[in-house]
């Protein structure tokens, strides 16, 4: 499988004396699913942020590459999808115009292929066209979180970033927009980054899990093996917890 991104030593420090985080060393496939879990405050969205470029690195390297293993321009190749919330949406711009931002910042395109796109990206992620034509307030929850990956997919990105792009959502909401994501994932050949706290969907989805302590990536691997033997003990501790939420918890 060929790598999509690369993350040598990245490190950053924080005004907040005492946390520094990395240095850091990923690698992400294409296609691949990777989880990032850990206990609160350990840097899970400040590595996010500093992935999608939000925060400049104060060292290392991250290298996004183009299918032809090139580096290639970083808004088209890594995109962020915020954690769900009603204010993600500026409600004074219809979704058509919501949609249309990323696309004169980043491209050339004429109104005409730019119209085209955006109704494209309203069916792939199962809306209408007359969406477009839509204000926050007219939309449902799962309509708003399907309208956030819209954005977050319109330059067609190799890589997808999310920070807790379930938590807010109702359970099922959260399901069908995990299933979304697989579909898009598989027809895009999507990779996907994502921080969660919710086990059971990490053990659905990510092929591969990242866990955090104090900055530090403390112990990765693929996640069944992450789940059947945990190594380090914050690992068997947030896995024991899950465990013992189970019979509870759905999707
Ligand atoms: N944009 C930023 N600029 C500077 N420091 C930041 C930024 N975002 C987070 N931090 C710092 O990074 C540290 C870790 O916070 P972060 O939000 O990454 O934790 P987290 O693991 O995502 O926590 P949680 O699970 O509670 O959301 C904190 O000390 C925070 O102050």
């Given at each position: 499988m060929s790598n999509v991104l690369t993350v040598e030593d990245l490190e950053y420090r924080c005004a907040d004396p005492g946390f520094k985080l990395g240095p850091i060393s990923l690698e992400i496939a294409r296609g691949e699913s990777i989880a990032i879990i850990g206990e609160n405050q350990t840097g899970k969205s400040?590595?996010?942020?500093?992935?999608?470029?939000?925060?400049?690195?104060?060292?290392?390297?991250?290298?996004?590459?183009?299918?032809?293993?090139?580096?290639?321009?970083?808004?088209?190749?890594?995109?962020?999808?915020?954690?769900?919330?009603?204010?993600?949406?500026?409600?004074?711009?219809?979704?058509?115009?919501?949609l249309e931002e990323p696309l004169l910042r980043n491209t050339d395109m004429d109104k005409v292929s730019r119209e085209q796109l955006i109704e494209e990206t309203l069916l792939k992620v199962g809306l209408l066209r007359e969406h477009a034509y839509h204000y926050r307030h007219m939309l449902s929850d799962g309509q708003q979180q399907r309208i956030a990956l819209a954005r977050a997919i319109i330059l067609s990105p190799n890589v997808l970033v999310a920070d807790e792009p379930f938590a807010a959502l109702d359970p099922s909401i959260r399901s069908q927009t995990v299933n979304l994501l697989l579909k898009l994932q598989k027809e895009m050949g999507l990779s996907f980054v994502f921080i969660s706290h919710n086990l059971g969907i990490v053990r659905h989805i990510a092929d591969k899990i990242l866990v955090m302590d104090k900055g530090q990536i403390i112990e990765s691997g693929k996640t069944d093996t992450v789940f059947k033997w945990p190594q380090h003990d914050i690992t068997k501790r947030l896995i024991m917890s899950h465990q013992s939420l189970v019979p509870q918890q759905t999707l």
């Open positions: 400040l590595l996010a942020k500093l992935l999608v470029g939000a925060i400049e690195p104060h060292g290392g390297r991250i290298s996004l590459h183009c299918h032809d293993g090139k580096t290639g321009p970083r808004d088209q190749s890594i995109r962020m999808m915020f954690q769900f919330s009603s204010h993600a949406l500026n409600p004074a711009l219809s979704v058509a115009k919501i």
